[in-house]
């Protein structure tokens, strides 16, 4: 390790550009992490706001919450601690300056789904919504009244709730009666018992009882079937993945390149009875070194940059998983100086110092 640092001392300019690119390297992989975790909790967050264990739905629905009707007597609660019925519709929704894409859950008051209000009030009355608070951030307010593309009815925010985005859009939540007029243009009673799916809490799915025409889906596999949603993910991790390849081929270039020409140097150093083990042992050091400066400062710039960005851009850091991508950066690198390792262990002293 001392020679390994000496050198990097001596030679300041040559590996501050290898820990330059590992640097670009390193904060590109955390801020794409950072992406990914952010655009699936965009796509997931009122789910997981349910903390439910699964949810039913009709098995011609193909997973897909829109597709999926059937009537609230389908199910009778029976091999569940609790459940509730869940109804939706998604449309475009405008304050007259403002435009959203959004999903309008009607949700029971005191049920389990029921968000909790952190500013304004809950709905009490027809036509009256709680919002996703990336709303507010997006230029809407309490009292706004919200035209809607679908339909000539009119809502009204009355609060917001946090947390609360559903396949990458805000929910508004509702009760039943506003979303069918909504729907129908007025409450009928053919509508009341149309709902989309039940959401369940159970410790045991597999006990749950259901007519044949219906599913109990585990929430995770709901959520891993919303548009996109698998996809989007696994763009985005071989995205990673091959950073990781290219990390590991980059600094082996860089290293094989400064390891040629310093090949008479380690001639004369291997004439004068140092051993291979010993510089193989110092170039493994010097990658460490620089992997690791390389993959802290990635790490400190991914996160700066988290705290500067927009509200619309989706990003979320899990520092876990960063630690898990930072040692793994660290050891494909090290794995990269390898070849390196073999071009010194190949050296002939008197031919190097000959040449």
């Known amino acids: 390790m001392f020679l390994a640092w000496n050198e990097i001392k001596n030679n300041k300019l040559r590996f501050l550009l290898v820990t330059g690119v590992l640097v670009l390297i390193s904060y590109l992989v955390f801020f794409l992490s950072g992406l990914a975790n952010g655009l699936e909790q965009l796509n997931r967050e009122a789910v997981d706001k349910w ?3 699964g949810i039913i739905l009709t098995e011609e629905a193909d997973l897909r919450l829109q597709q999926s009707i059937l009537s609230a007597d389908d199910f009778d609660g029976n091999g ?3 459940y509730t019925e869940l109804t939706q519709l998604s449309a475009i929704a405008s304050n007259g300056t403002e435009k959203e894409n959004v999903y309008i859950f009607a949700v029971k008051e005191d049920s389990f789904i029921m968000p909790a209000v952190t500013e304004g009030n809950v709905f009490m009355d027809a036509g009256e919504v709680i919002a ?6 997006n230029g ?11 339909t000539d009815e009119t809502l009204e925010i009355v609060g917001f709730t946090d947390k609360a985005r559903f ?4 929910v508004l939540f509702t009760d039943r009666n506003t979303l069918e007029t909504l729907q129908y243009g007025e409450t009928v009673e053919e509508a009341d018992d149309a709902v989309n799916a039940f959401v369940i809490r159970t410790d045991n799915l597999g006990r749950v009882e259901t007519d044949e025409a219906l599913q109990v889906v585990d929430t995770e596999i709901f959520i891993k079937n919303l548009p996109g949603y698998t996809e989007q993910n696994l763009t985005l991790t071989w ?3 091959f950073l990781f390849i290219i990390s590991a081929v980059v600094l082996a270039i860089f290293l094989y390149v400064l390891t040629i020409q310093k090949i008479s140097i380690f001639g004369v150093m291997k004439a004068q009875g140092i051993s291979s083990g010993y510089l193989a042992r110092s170039v493994i050091g010097q990658t460490f070194l620089l992997s690791l400066a390389g993959v802290w400062i990635g790490v400190v710039l991914a996160v700066v940059t988290g705290l500067f960005l927009p509200a619309a851009v989706p990003v979320a850091f899990n520092y876990i998983e960063m630690l898990i991508y930072g040692i793994v950066l660290i050891a ?3 794995i990269g100086a390898f070849i390196s390792v073999q071009t010194i262990v190949r050296i002939d002293p008197l031919k190097a110092i000959g040449g």
């Open 51 to 53: 903390e439910a264990d």
């Open 80 to 82: 569940v601690d609790e």
């Open 132 to 137: 996703d608070d990336t709303l507010k951030e």
């Open 140 to 150: 809407f307010a309490i009292g706004d009244e919200l035209s809607l593309s679908s």
């Open 167 to 170: 396949n990458a859009a805000p």
């Open 239 to 241: 995205m990673i993945y």
């Open 332 to 334: 494909v690198s090290v």
